[in-house]
């Protein structure tokens, strides 16, 4: 159990155009996810946690209006690339963290997002 | 200072070596301790936890010490399959998430 899954797993865009990449937890409901992004040869680095039914918080130095997420349901969180860059392209990972309880965040396979 | 600080590598070892990691964490309400592996390309896969009074699981032992805020990780028995980066992740004490702290990973090649 506690699968996760992310859609798409790779996506190639244009400059300016909006991506949206999508993190389901399969088997199990999760009212928190979270938005990571790494960089080549870098860690993970949290960008925002979705709440759902509530706005994302997002972590210092992330524009909320350029990373718009989107938690409308226990299953399923969006993140909106928009007005994509070159710089934009990294490995963008969620996870989520299961309702019925435990420590343990569950993680998508992650999109890479290449904008060219 | 980072949050989380790993040595980055490689550590290059042959099959069957014993290799240690370590990873020192700046935040004293740090509350739990975890060792991530990723394997490249690939999303990070919990590997174990970490408690106060040192665990193992198989060939895997963790430490940790809170009053050096410094966390290990020994891997016995060194597998081809061992190949990885390992990320070592802090949680945070309190507040309503659980957001979780990597730190920047330490590369294993485990060589035939």
């Known amino acids: 159990g506690a699968v996760v899954s992310q859609h798409p797993s790779r996506v190639i865009c244009k400059s300016g155009t909006s991506v949206k990449i999508e993190c389901r937890s399969l088997d199990f409901q999760a009212t928190t996810m979270f938005w990571y992004r790494q960089f080549p040869k870098q860690s993970l680095m949290l960008m925002a946690t979705?709440?759902?039914?509530?706005?994302?918080?997002?972590e210092q130095g992330v524009e909320k209006d350029k990373f718009l997420i989107n938690h409308a349901s226990l299953t399923l969180s969006t993140l909106t690339v928009t007005s994509a860059h070159p710089e934009d392209s990294s490995f963008y990972i969620c996870s989520a963290h299961r309702d019925s309880g435990g420590y343990e965040q569950y993680f998508g396979p992650g999109t890479r997002l290449t904008v060219t | 200072r980072k949050e989380v600080e790993q040595d980055p590598g490689p550590f290059n070892v042959p099959e069957g070596a014993t290799v240690a990691f370590n990873c020192t964490y700046s935040?004293?309400?740090?509350?739990?301790f975890f060792w991530y592996r990723q394997d490249c390309r690939k999303e990070p896969k919990l590997l174990m936890s970490?408690?106060?009074s040192g665990n193992e699981d198989g060939r895997f032992t963790a430490q940790l010490n809170r009053a050096s805020q410094y966390i290990s990780l020994l891997i016995r028995d060194s597998k081809l399959s061992d190949s990885a980066t390992y990320l070592c992740v802090v949680k945070m004490r309190g507040g309503a998430t659980n957001k979780l702290i990597f730190g920047t990973g330490t590369l294993l090649a485990v060589q035939p």
């Open positions: 979705s709440n759902e039914g509530s706005k994302a918080t997002y």
């Open positions: 970490v408690y106060s």
């Open positions: 935040n004293s309400a740090s509350q739990s």
